[in-house]
């Protein structure tokens, strides 16, 4: 894993300077240095330097970034690409986790299936469509989860009705992380 300065533009600035080429196109220089490509380049998993009063063990979410920040002990923290909410979607606050699941089953809602009403009204957990990916981790009383997915190529994207999509070994990696009562930060 890379190390990296953050939030400090400056430091950000140092480290994608030492990214090699393919792992620079994160969306911040994008409309700078092409014009919009079919699909944005993901910057993976790595380590990141945080500034002081992030508490270990939470969770810290940038949707404009495509980010979730899972805060270690000393000043750092694990920093995942995501798939953030679209449009009317979109939501921040404060929450927590209060739930966990391996592979769940997915109940599209109802407004999901005015959307698109081809969706199935149920898929098992374990099947390889089903959009929960292999774990999910269910924010406070809300319909919000952070889980997996079956459309790796969304990650990095403004797609989801509200939930935080992850890569499927990202979640699993951040779920043997995190428990029940795990705060949850999310911003804009």
Same mark, same amino acid.
């Given at each position: 894993m890379r190390i990296l300065e953050f939030p400090a533009a400056v430091g950000l600035a140092a480290a994608l300077a030492a990214l090699p080429a393919t792992q620079v196109s994160a969306g911040l220089f994008d409309s700078i240095l092409s014009p919009a490509p079919p699909q944005p380049q993901v910057v993976g998993r790595h380590l990141v330097s945080v500034p002081p009063g992030y508490k270990p063990g939470t969770i810290f979410v940038q949707f404009g970034q495509a980010r979730l920040y899972y805060i270690l002990p000393g000043g750092r923290a694990i920093s995942y690409p995501i798939a953030a909410p679209k449009g009317d979607a979109r939501w921040s606050g404060e929450t927590y986790v209060s739930e966990k699941r391996v592979n769940p089953g997915w109940t599209p809602t109802a407004e999901m299936r005015r959307e698109n009403p081809d969706l199935p009204a149920y898929v098992p957990g374990g099947h390889p469509r089903n959009p929960l990916g292999v774990r999910a981790m269910y924010l406070g009383k809300s319909l919000y989860r952070i889980h997996?997915? %079956?459309?790796?190529?969304?990650?990095?994207?403004?797609?989801?009705?509200?939930?935080?999509?992850?890569?499927?070994? %990202?979640v699993a990696d951040l779920y043997q992380r995190v428990s029940i009562g795990t705060p949850v930060s999310v911003t804009w």
């Open positions: 997996g997915t %079956d459309a790796p190529w969304s990650i990095g994207q403004s797609v989801s009705h509200g939930c935080i999509r992850m890569f499927n070994q %990202d």
